[in-house]
């Protein structure tokens, strides 16, 4: 065998190797995206909608089948972290309606409330879950049934006097307030 044919082997060995990696990553990027396609179903099955916009956008906030059920619970946190740290008594409330909200003790979601409630949300999460809670109401979502905005809205401000005044009652911040009224805004739809 000539030293030409060595290196034209060598060659083709390398081109096919280029193009299996190729393939490779070609395959992958097929079944993530088939995996992702999936996980939106699923969402949206859980979710009982099927608008793509709001299912990407859940799912870019990292909510999944699993994790759905906190999505009206959100607006409740965000009043609770407003002032820095989730107190006990707030904790307490939140719990209360995770609990009346059926979020079962040890499960995915009562897993990431209990992280939430150590560490705060990202804005992110703040700033879409109170607009995509509407969306859910508006569409009658399975994730709000017997829930209304006004509901919401009273469970953030029993969250936000829950710790402020004299022995914790009956003092909400002036951060706290405007806070309230941008929830409500975005919960019962109306741009502000």
Excluded at 1 to 13: F, I, K, P, T, Y
Excluded at 91 to 106: T, V
């Amino acid at each position: 065998m000539s030293e030409h044919d060595s290196l034209h082997e060598r060659g083709r060995a390398l081109e096919d190797e280029y193009f299996r990696r190729k393939d490779r990553e070609l395959l992958e990027k097929i079944r993530r995206k088939a995996a992702a396609e999936e996980a939106e179903r699923a969402l949206g099955a859980s979710a009982g909608i099927s608008d793509p916009e709001v299912l990407h956008e859940l799912q870019a906030l990292g909510f999944t089948p699993e994790t759905i059920a906190l999505l009206p619970l959100i607006p409740v946190l965000q009043v609770a972290w407003a002032e820095g740290g989730v107190t006990p008594v707030e904790r307490h409330l939140i719990e209360k309606l995770a609990n009346a909200r059926g979020i079962a003790p040890g499960s995915g979601a009562d897993a990431q409330l209990m992280d939430w409630l150590a560490n705060k949300p990202s804005e992110e999460v703040f700033r879409g879950a109170a607009r995509l809670t509407q969306a859910l109401l508006e569409s009658g979502s399975s994730v709000v049934a017997n829930l209304r905005a006004d509901q919401l809205v009273e469970y953030c401000e029993q969250v936000a006097s829950a710790s402020g005044g004299i022995f914790g009652l009956g003092r909400v911040s002036a951060d706290e307030r405007t806070l309230l009224a941008s929830i409500a805004a975005d919960l019962k739809g109306r741009k502000g």
